[in-house]
């Protein structure tokens, strides 16, 4: 990283931060105290639904820091919907063309 010994406090899987049409590859996640940064995301794995999870960090979060604005809230299931829509949406305009193509 920058040559200063550093802490291991976890370890995680490779991610797709790029979408799921990346390969994975490794991360290193460092406190944001350390390496501020203009935008964070937090991501849960949570037993409960999302709703009730969103509402529980939201809380979290303004009794930590009330300046500190929570937004842009969504599942996993919302974002892979958007991603496999906006291929849909790639997808249905090459069979429309195929399909002129072919009439042609």
Known sequence: MDGAEHEIVGVVADTRDYGPDTDPFAMAYV???QHP???LS???H???PPAA???AVRE???ALDPDQ???DVTT???IAEQWVSGNMAMVKMLVVMGAIALLL
């Open 53 to 55: 999870s969103a509402d």
């Open 69 to 71: 604005p929570v937004y």
């Open 46 to 48: 949570t037993a409960t």
């Open 76 to 78: 996993m299931a919302t």
């Open 31 to 33: 406190p944001a105290a």
């Open 37 to 39: 940064v203009r935008t």
């Open 60 to 62: 979290t979060v303004r």
């Open 42 to 44: 937090l991501v849960l």
